[in-house]
Structures are given as structure tokens and as C-alpha cells.
């Protein structure tokens, strides 16, 4: 979000909130809708309070009609949610998730031991990746083993293919089943 935003944010909620208070003490009675009236009418009457009140409410009515019709979302941030944007002297690359989900499955899938596999990208906006994968292993696997070569090679393919770092790869071993109980379920 940015900082006009931010303020423009700000603004109205401290506005609604003054306009709540008013209402609760109007309705309460604890304050007379007479006072609040004569101070309106000193705020319109005199002509300095008048004009800053005028200056004030146009610069209110221009942040929210910018609030309404504009978007906060940069171009960068909706490629981000798309996927991860390179650029260089010849032009932009964008690798989507489903990209990279298909690189990390296709390590995962060489791997007898693995089965069952579901895979999430999290992306930054540095073009960082984070990899979480779980998954069903096999009884016969050695788990601190299989974790540990499935996270190097998930890392080294990625570095290779699209020459982006991974911060991480998260596995998460769901269950250790027989291959038929898999297939079963």
C-alpha cells in the first residue's frame, strides 16, 4: 500500500470514527443538537475556518474518489502473483508457479520412494522462492535421507533451469504406507 493510500486511509477512519462519537452522544443525549449546529455555523460563518474547511473537503472528496476508482496493486505486484518476472537487456520472463510446481514434481517423480506428492510455491517480491512439499514415502524409505537429496536436487534444478535461488524446501512426509495402501486411499 502506499503512502498516499496509507494516509488517505487514515483520514476516513478518523473521520468516521469523530462522525460515530457525535452520533452516539446526539442519540444518547449528552450532547444538544444545538451546540453541534452553532459549531457547524461557526465553522461556515467565518470566512478563514470556511475556506480551510473547503480546502479540506476537496482534498477529501479527490483521495476518495482515488480510493474508489484506482487500484492499489502495482503491475509488479499482479506479475507476482502470477508468477516470478526477470528481466534483462532483451526483454521480461515470466515463470509462473505452475512452472516451477512442474519442475519440483518432475525431481519428486524420479524418486521411487515418494508418492502422493503435493507441491506449493511461494514466491517474493526479491524473486525468492520458497518450496513446500509433503507427501506420502514409501515403508522401506529412509526418510532424513530422501528429504535431504530431494531438497538439494529441488534447489540445483531450479538454479539450473531458471536460475532462481530457493530460500527453502520445506518437506512434509504425511504418512509412511505401502504402495497399495496409497492407491487405495
Do not use: H, P
Not at 475556518?49 to 482515488?66: A, C, D, Q, R, V
Amino acid at each position: 500500500m502506499k503512502i498516499l493510500d496509507k494516509i488517505a486511509l487514515v483520514l476516513f477512519s478518523s473521520i468516521m470514527l469523530i462522525i460515530s462519537v457525535i452520533l452516539c452522544l446526539l442519540i444518547f443525549g449528552w450532547v444538544e443538537l444545538s451546540s453541534v449546529n452553532t459549531f457547524f455555523k461557526f465553522l461556515l460563518n467565518d470566512n478563514l475556518s470556511s475556506n480551510i474547511t473547503l480546502g479540506i473537503s476537496i482534498i477529501l472528496m479527490l483521495l476518495s474518489i482515488k480510493c474508489i476508482f484506482f487500484d492499489y496493486n502495482t503491475k509488479q505486484d499482479t506479475m507476482l502473483e502470477k508468477g516470478v518476472l526477470l528481466e534483462n537487456e532483451n526483454g521480461k520472463l515470466l515463470i509462473s508457479r505452475e512452472t516451477i510446481q512442474n519442475l519440483v514434481n518432475g525431481v519428486i517423480k524420479k524418486c521411487k520412494s515418494a508418492e502422493e506428492v503435493t507441491t506449493k510455491v511461494i514466491l517474493s517480491k526479491e524473486n525468492k522462492v520458497d518450496i513446500e512439499v509433503t507427501m506420502y514415502v514409501l515403508q522401506d524409505a529412509i526418510i532424513k535421507d530422501l528429504s535431504n537429496n530431494l531438497q538439494i536436487q529441488i534447489k540445483e534444478t531450479i538454479k539450473k533451469s531458471l536460475d532462481l535461488d530457493v530460500r527453502q524446501v520445506n518437506i512434509k512426509i504425511k504418512n509412511v504406507a505401502q504402495s497399495q495402501q496409497i492407491v487405495q486411499e
